[in-house]
């Protein structure tokens, strides 16, 4: 008479049960190495978010900056030669949405011409301080039209 352990039920049970045992175990491992990696992918995308929102706030300033360069570049360009008045001036502007003070700095080297220098610094100090140099000369006059000067 023969035995074989192999067709029995019992050995059956036994031969699951040491498998489920041993699966369970490596099922652990895994979820853990699984939550490894998600946390360096998670770790690495909070870097790039992190960059990009940098980035956005630098490109921000940046725009706002530029915009009150401009416009203070146009109001001195508009302005008469002989209204724009030699010296240093401050404005601080505090409203809105870019708050920063200003320094209008006019010198004239050389009779007829004026060189303007405007230095813009944000009170956030995310943002980075800028400065523009431009020479106005003093227009020569046609008196084609002018009467009185003949």
């Known amino acids: 008479m023969r035995i074989s352990l192999r067709s029995s039920s019992r050995a059956a049970g ?14 652990i491992v895994e979820v853990i190495v699984a939550m490894v990696l998600l946390g360096v992918a998670i770790t690495s995308l909070a870097a790039l978010v992190w960059s990009v929102s940098r980035s956005g706030i630098r490109t921000t300033g940046d725009a706002y900056k530029n ?38 700095t006019v010198a004239e080297p050389v009779a007829n011409v004026k060189t303007i220098k405007v230095v813009i610094t944000p009170t956030n100090l995310k943002y980075k301080p800028d400065s523009i140099s431009f020479t106005r000369t003093k227009a020569r006059t046609s008196k084609v039209l002018c009467k009185t000067c003949q």
């Open 14 to 27: 036994a031969a699951t049960s040491h498998t489920r045992e041993a699966r369970k175990g490596f099922v």
């Open 67 to 104: 915009g009150v360069l401009m416009q203070e570049v146009n109001r001195l360009e508009g302005l008469p030669y002989d209204s724009v008045a030699n010296g240093s001036f401050t404005y601080s502007v505090s409203s809105g949405v870019y708050s920063h003070s200003r320094v209008v």
